[in-house]
C-alpha cells in the first residue's frame, strides 16, 4: 500500500488541526515501514508557502530545511521512461527527512495532479478545492469565489487586472 500526501493533510498534522490524528497514524504507518509514503516537491513547496505565511516562528524554523539534487538524478532522468517530450512529466523524485526521531525516505514516480498523464490528472472540481483549501489560509470565501469565477472565464477578460487585482489579501 502507499500513502501519497497532500499539503492539507501535512498542514492539518503540522497545524494541529481537525484530521491531525489520522495524519498522525498513517506518518507512523510509514515510520514504521508498514507502507510507503510520497509527497510531491509541488506540494511540499505549498506547505513551506503557506506555513512560512503564517508565523515568523515557522519562517524561522523553515530555514532548517535544506534540499538538493539526488545523487542518482542525471541516471534516473536519462533512464526515466515518463511521457516522451514532457520532461516535466512525473519526473523521478526522491524525499529523505532527518529528524531526532529517525531518517525517513521515499521515491515516485508517479505524482498525484500531473497534468500529462490521465491517470492522475486532477477534476475541476478536484482543482477547485484544493485551491480553496490552499488560499482560504489568506483569501476571505468571497474573494475565493471571484477568483474561481473569473478564471473560468478567463478567455473573456478585458484586462490581466481582472484577474491580479483579485489575488491580494
Not at 25 to 39: A, P, S, T
Not at 137 to 147: G, P, S, T
Amino acid at each position: 500500500m502507499k500513502y501519497v500526501f497532500d499539503t492539507e493533510a501535512i498542514l492539518k498534522f503540522y497545524l494541529g488541526e481537525d484530521g491531525a490524528a489520522k495524519v498522525l497514524e498513517l506518518l507512523r504507518h510509514v515510520q514504521n515501514r508498514k507502507v510507503k509514503g510520497y509527497i510531491s516537491i509541488i506540494n511540499l513547496t505549498e506547505f513551506y508557502y503557506i506555513l512560512y505565511s503564517k508565523s515568523p516562528r515557522i519562517a524561522e524554523m523553515t530555514k532548517k530545511i535544506t534540499h538538493g539534487e539526488h545523487p542518482d538524478a542525471v541516471r534516473m532522468t536519462a533512464t526515466w521512461t515518463g511521457h516522451p517530450g514532457r520532461i516535466f512529466s512525473q519526473p523521478p523524485v526522491s524525499i529523505e527527512v532527518i529528524s531526532k526521531k529517525g531518517r525517513f525516505s521515499a521515491d515516485s514516480t508517479d505524482i498525484p495532479g500531473d497534468t500529462w498523464n490521465p491517470r492522475t490528472r486532477l477534476t475541476d472540481d478536484a482543482i477547485i478545492a484544493k485551491f480553496r483549501n490552499n488560499a482560504s489560509y489568506v483569501l476571505k470565501d468571497a474573494q475565493l469565489d471571484k477568483i474561481i469565477d473569473v478564471v473560468s472565464r478567463l478567455d473573456e477578460i478585458q484586462r490581466p487586472d481582472e484577474l491580479t487585482g483579485l489575488l491580494s489579501p
